[in-house]
Structure formats: C-alpha cells, structure tokens
C-alpha cells in the first residue's frame, strides 16, 4: 500500500461516490452519496472532504466528513448587504488606519472629494478639503475623544466645488486585541440646507 494521500476539498459530492467501490463503501461515505443524490436541506450548506489510500486494484474504503457552513455563508451575505448599504448611501463614509493612511471611501466620498472609482487613496490628503478650523478641531476635540472614548461627533465642515459644506460627523475608533487603536471610521453628513434653514429661522 502506499502513502496515505492528504485531506482533500472536493466538490461536488459525486466525486464521493466514484472513489468508494459500492462493496467496500464506509457508512459516512454512503451518507455523503445519499446527501448528494436526494439534496441537502435547504437551510444547510457543507463542505465535503474525503481521506483515502493509494487507488489499486482493489479499490480503497473513503472516509467522508461533512461540515455545516450555513453560519458562515449567513454571515458573508450580511457582511455583503452592509457593503452594498454603505456605497448606495448618501453619507461619507471614510476608513483610515491608525498613522491616518485611507484605507476606505464609499461611492459618495469620492464623488464629493472628486475622486474616481477606482482611483488610489494613497496619495490623498484631506488638508486641502478640511477649512483651517476644522482642522483645529480634529487636533484639539476629535482626536483626543477618540484615544479617550472611542467616539467623537459634533459638527464639521469640508471644502467642495470651492465652497465651505458644514457637516455633521460621526467618527469611531476600533480598537486592536491588544486595545490600541487599529482603524478609525467616520460618517459625515451633509447639513447645508439644514443650517441654512436655521438661519432664516433667527432672521
């Protein structure tokens, strides 16, 4: 006999069937046939994979495992639609690692910033879209808020097509194993109408 070959992913379980000889077949491998012929319940995915020897004459005995990754195929189409939510929305939404290196802008970022879609973050610096005050407040509110909270939000404000936007800003320190800050994310919104109604409101 010759080495015993390592654990293989095989899809789809058909290949189960064609290694077992029908007469030397394991009760986990049969299962597995029987899974694969009638369909798996609907409500559970698996993943197959099967241990052998070395194919002869006389055909080997396969030992099959099944694995239920419902779990995780739930957990990848969440993470999927909360992907697809945040580039339909309206909002800025921004994901920076902890030496302040852009890691993430949504489709409306970009447009607001003037970036394409797939033009690269590493060379963009929001000094010339942030007005000098803003830029005061980040240093001496926000970024202390952060270290210390692990929140900030209040109001804030970004250069576009020339002109100051006031918004309103959210942004979120997440935090490493270890507690250290491992990327920070933030949600602006635009509130121009909004302080522009208010002001009419005191005139």
């Not at 939000?153 to 250069?159: L, P, T």
Request: glycine residues 4%; aromatic residues 8%; proline residues 7%.
């Amino acid at each position: 006999m010759g080495p015993r070959k390592p654990w293989l992913a095989i899809r789809p379980a058909s290949v189960c069937r064609r290694a077992a000889s029908p007469t030397r077949r394991a009760p986990s491998a049969t299962a597995a046939s029987a899974a694969a012929t009638v369909g798996a319940p609907a409500s559970t995915a698996t993943e197959t994979r099967i241990a052998s020897g070395a194919v002869d004459a006389e055909p080997l005995p396969v030992v099959v495992t099944l694995d239920d990754i419902t779990e995780r195929l739930a957990a990848q189409r969440d993470t999927e639609r909360l992907s697809d939510i945040v580039e339909a929305t309206s909002d800025l939404v921004v994901i920076s690692d902890r030496s302040n290196q852009l890691l993430y802008m949504n489709a409306a970022a970009r447009r607001f910033f003037g970036l394409g879609p797939t033009d690269p973050l590493s060379e963009f610096d929001f000094a010339p879209f942030t007005p000098p005050w803003a830029q005061e407040k980040y240093v001496r509110d926000t970024r202390p808020a952060l270290r210390e909270q692990g929140i900030w939000s209040g109001e804030f404000a970004y250069y576009h097509d020339g002109f100051e936007v006031p918004v309103s800003a959210l942004f979120l320190a997440h935090h490493d194993s270890d507690g250290r800050i491992e990327f920070v994310s933030s949600v602006t919104r635009d509130i121009s109408e909004r302080k522009a109604f208010e002001e009419r409101l005191e005139y």
